[in-house]
C-alpha cells in the first residue's frame, strides 16, 4: 500500500512540476514582449540608464528587493506595480497578468546573468 501511495505522490509531482514549467515558460516569452514594450527603454539588457546600479542583475535585485531572497517574483511584482524613486508604478498600466509575466521574465533573466 505504501509503495502505490509513493507512485501516485511521484506522479502528481511529475504532473505538478511539468505543468508549472510550462505556464512559467509561457509567463516568460509573453514577458518578454511586455519587457521590450514597457521596461526596455530605462533596463535594456537588465541595466538601468537613470540609476546604474540598481539593475536588473541578480546580485543588485537582492541587494534592493525587499524579499527577493525569499520570492523573487513577488518581490518584482512589487517593484513594478508600485514604482519607487524615479521608476514608475505600472499598476494600472499593464494588467496583474501583464506584471507576473514581467516579473517572471526578469526574474528568469537575472538568475541567467541577462
Known amino acids: 500500500m505504501k509503495k502505490v501511495l509513493l507512485i501516485v505522490f511521484a506522479i502528481a509531482l ?6 508549472t514549467r510550462s505556464v512559467l515558460a509561457a509567463e516568460t ?3 518578454a514582449q511586455i519587457f521590450k514594450d514597457n521596461c526596455s527603454s530605462c ?3 537588465g541595466g538601468n ?13 537582492l ?12 518581490a518584482i511584482v512589487n517593484q513594478v506595480q508600485n514604482g519607487k524613486n524615479a521608476m514608475p508604478p ?4 499593464l494588467s496583474e497578468s501583464e506584471i507576473l509575466q514581467v516579473a517572471a521574465y526578469v ?3 537575472a538568475e541567467q546573468g541577462w
Open 43 to 45: 533596463h535594456i539588457g
Open 14 to 19: 511529475s504532473v505538478i512540476f511539468t505543468f
Open 29 to 31: 516569452s509573453n514577458g
Open 107 to 109: 526574474s528568469q533573466k
Open 90 to 93: 505600472f499598476k494600472g498600466k
Open 63 to 74: 541587494s534592493y528587493l525587499e524579499n527577493y531572497e525569499s520570492d523573487s517574483i513577488q
Open 49 to 61: 540608464i537613470l540609476i546604474a546600479e540598481k539593475n536588473l542583475k541578480k546580485e543588485a535585485l
